[in-house]
């Protein structure tokens, strides 16, 4: 474990973290607090304290900080500008949802300390191997063990720990491992003598299993019995096969072993195999950018997030340009944005008609030019809900093109009156405005379309208070709710006195005078009001895109499913949650990619199965927040109906078997130090209605660190190119709702078959290594 120390040697910046520093911690204008914050020996857990006297004190990993920001590179830094220079000032980003800890230093030397300090953990840590990433996990379960921080354990902090780890051991048996492990026999394990009672706890009789069934001497895996292994269980390709055992050996057998030397593997390189990036259910190759980005835009689902300015509630919630940042880091392409009047001439973004805080367009649009494209490359649609005057109009065009300059996109590509959507590859690095527009792209093409500067028409695209309205009022139960009551109650809100379910009280959509400014902005995405399916294969442009409530999407979906399909093989549609959903709560975003509606518009401040579906698809493709549609939703001629898959142009069913083996060090959910969990594992299957199934395996009873089940499931799966498989686990209550312990989602074409292990996420999508499953899958062909 000493090994993970070495980099503190000759750091003197590492050295000055572990001697530690006082800080103001940030919050806003006012809240600035002094707190002393100090890097443990570990080099893996900074801890913190309030200056005064007293116990209290807080904790958290390297592991959970993303990136670090220098100088005033966040709202409330921004905030206190004036007061602290920026080379004092830093920002640490976690991962997941976690606000953003702003720290400000007594001295430019001491604020690089921890900037480089923090930089070199970070880069560290993502450098690790398999083998350090668990050396370092075993340290972190000694440390919390080790209660009197002598530097070794006995049976009593022995059995705490196995209690902290989920498990619910004989203690007869715990005993046993514990004096094997006891070398030195002095009735406590010291560094290596824990690391082997660890190893022994983990022993993976399972893989054991696996690895005896191939091996020939029950030894090793010789070169020919792994590639019998990859060949009948993995199902890898035969013609490669002999050097991809070769490669595998070479980069998982143990160094210090003379396997190695035999090209043969262990059971440790076969584990550390299984437990790699390569025997994840996740097809690595899929992992990163392999689609064709040459198709037309619209032939392809986009990452999108709905009133992305907001952190919480749809109410009273804070309005952030993190929000915009937070959501470009997962993926997300399309951004929306609410703009009205605001103060001193400068246009402001927040939810109308609500009580959430307000925020600068301006800020916003300098988010945009320094974040969105830091993970992807590939172009965002900023979606503009436009409530401003003409004047302030002017003002967001001038924003967008002196902030943005060439990034956003002023004009066809080749300046032609084009026929069809760019693709992806041509629009990098492009940012796309989505809102109304005076007349078409071949008037601004040919030439001004008219003498004026403005043209009187409905600017706002959507206003979604207004759209409550009919979210709501098309429920008779509603309507005599409406007589009784002027005003529509939120749990979490009180009464709140301007949203009532009298139509005549909802904010209406109004004309306004449209600038051409602004106008000039908009090129390939072109807002307009949807009248039919029709209407809009007969008179619609290409670049013109209407958007929906999420009530209306699933009309047309009943309705009209075929119809929609071929809509969105011509022209872009959105789809955003009802204003109703105050709580920013989400809807199942699979029913509308089944429609083949590319921008389907989640609130990404909230965690739940539908982010998690978002991420499952998004993960594809080098999460560059675009994913190829399948060709069936691509081709107007082609017909497909998501209500009968069975009746499509080269339906061919699939049988998904999935054997779920075992769990391995599954998280505790209840902090009582003496609860173990009872888990279970339920696998479901998101994709059009005849696919949407799920199946459980039983629970097992007080063990959270290696269940093992070996049940197996089967699914039939109709349409397998829009279909997504998520793996839940939850701690089986028999009296009260299960607790979440962890998940995964991946499209089902992703899926590598054979052995494989499933990383389990947090209700966060955060990582929470090591936490995994362990699995067999097996698909077959049905006809």
């Known amino acids: 474990l000493s090994t993970l120390k070495q980099g503190i040697q000759g750091d003197d910046n590492l050295q000055s973290m ?38 209290a004190h807080s904790t958290f990993s390297v592991s959970d900080v993303e990136t670090v920001r220098e100088g005033h590179q966040s709202e409330v830094l921004l905030s206190i500008a004036d007061e602290f220079p920026p080379d004092r000032c830093f920002t640490l980003v976690f991962r997941g949802r976690r606000g953003n800890l702003d720290l400000v230093a007594d001295s430019a030397d001491e604020a690089q300390s921890w900037i480089k300090g923090m930089k070199k953990l970070i880069e560290n840590l993502e450098n690790m191997g398999e083998s350090e990433k668990l050396d370092q996990w075993i340290c972190e379960w000694f440390k919390k063990a080790d209660k009197n921080n002598d530097g070794r354990m006995n049976f009593r902090e022995i059995r705490v720990l196995l209690k902290m780890m989920n498990v619910d051991m004989n203690e007869h048996h715990a005993h046993r491992l514990f004096m094997t492990a006891d070398k030195s026999q002095t009735g406590t394990l010291e560094d290596d003598e824990f690391v082997l009672f660890y190893k022994m706890l983990t022993q993976r009789e399972d893989v054991l299993r696996v690895f005896q069934d191939y091996s020939g001497d029950g030894q090793k895996l010789s070169l020919r019995d792994l590639e019998e292994f990859l060949r009948d269980e993995q199902l890898e390709e035969v013609d490669g096969v002999q050097q991809l055992a070769m490669e595998l050996i070479e980069r998982y057998e143990p160094s210090d072993t003379g396997t190695k030397m035999l090209k043969a593997m262990s059971i440790d390189g076969f584990l550390m195999y299984l437990a790699s ?12 950018l392999y689609q064709d980005m040459t198709q037309p835009l619209n032939h392809y689902f986009i990452s999108s997030s709905h009133n992305t300015y907001l952190m919480e509630d749809q109410l009273r919630g804070h309005s952030s340009v993190e929000g915009y940042i937070r959501a470009f880091k997962r993926g997300c392409r399309c951004v929306e944005v609410d703009c009205w009047d605001g103060p001193n001439g400068e ?21 945009l030019r320094n974040y ?11 979606s503009t809900e436009n409530h401003c005057g003409v004047e302030q109009q002017r003002v967001m065009a001038q924003h967008l093109n002196t902030i943005l300059g060439d990034k956003l996109l002023k004009s066809t590509l080749d300046g032609k009156i084009p026929v069809s959507f760019p693709s992806p590859e041509e629009l990098k690095g492009k940012i796309l405005l989505k809102g109304k527009k005076i007349g078409g792209l071949e008037e601004s093409l040919n030439g001004p379309v008219e003498p004026e500067d403005s043209l009187t028409g409905e600017v706002s695209d959507e206003d979604e208070a207004a759209d409550i309205d009919e979210d709501s009022l098309h429920s008779n139960s509603l309507r005599r709710m409406a007589k009784k009551r002027s005003t529509l109650q939120f749990p979490s809100c009180g009464s709140i006195k301007f949203i009532q379910f009298n139509s005549r009280s909802f904010p209406q959509k109004s004309k306004q005078r449209l600038s051409k400014e602004l106008s000039d902005c908009v090129v390939y995405c072109k807002s307009v009001h949807f009248s039919s399916f029709k209407h809009s294969r007969i008179h619609s442009k290409f670049y013109e895109i209407s958007s929906f409530t999420e009530s209306k999407a699933r009309k047309h979906l009943r309705e009209a499913g075929a119809e929609f399909v071929r809509h969105n093989a011509r022209q872009l549609t959105r789809v955003y949650p009802s204003g109703l959903r105050t709580d920013s709560s989400n809807f199942n975003p699979q029913e509308m990619w089944n429609t083949g509606t590319q921008i389907v518009a989640l609130n990404f401040q909230t965690a739940g199965v539908e982010m998690d579906l978002n991420d499952g698809l998004f993960g594809q493709n080098g999460r ?30 699939l049988s998904l078997c999935i054997q779920v083996i075992s769990g391995q060090q599954l998280p505790k959910v209840n902090i009582k130090e003496s609860s173990v969990v009872d888990p279970f594992v339920r696998v479901e299957i998101h994709g059009v209605p005849l696919d949407q199934a799920k199946q459980e395996t039983r629970y097992i009873d007080n063990n959270g660190f290696n269940p093992v089940w070996y049940d197996t499931l089967r699914f039939t799966i109709h349409a397998p190119e829009l279909a997504l498989v998520r793996f839940v ?17 991946l499209p089902f074409s992703c899926i590598q078959q054979g052995y494989r292990h499933i990383h389990l996420l947090s209700k966060d999508g955060t990582s929470i290594p090591p936490a995994s499953l362990f699995v067999h899958v097996r698909i077959t062909n049905l006809v």
């Open 277 to 288: 990036a390569e025997g994840s259910i996740f097809h690595p190759r899929q992992q990163s």
């Open 347 to 367: 246009p402001i973004v927040y939810h109308g008609h609500t009580f959430t805080s307000k925020i600068l367009f301006k800020d916003v649009v300098i988010a």
């Open 624 to 653: 560059c927040g675009y994913v190829l549609k399948p060709d069936f939703m691509r081709m107007s001629e082609r017909s497909f109906d998501p209500e009968v898959p069975i009746n499509r142009e080269g339906y061919r069913p």
């Open 729 to 745: 686990v939850e701690d089986y209550d028999k009296a009260s709702r299960n607790d979440f312990v962890g998940q995964y989602t």
């Open 18 to 55: 572990i001697v530690g520093t006082v800080m103001r911690k940030i919050k806003s204008r006012t809240w600035k607090k002094q707190r002393y914050f100090k890097l443990q020996e570990d080099c893996m857990t900074i801890w913190y304290k309030s200056k005064k006297a007293g116990n």
């Open 372 to 382: 969105a494209f830091k993970v992807s490359e590939y172009p965002v649609i900023l």
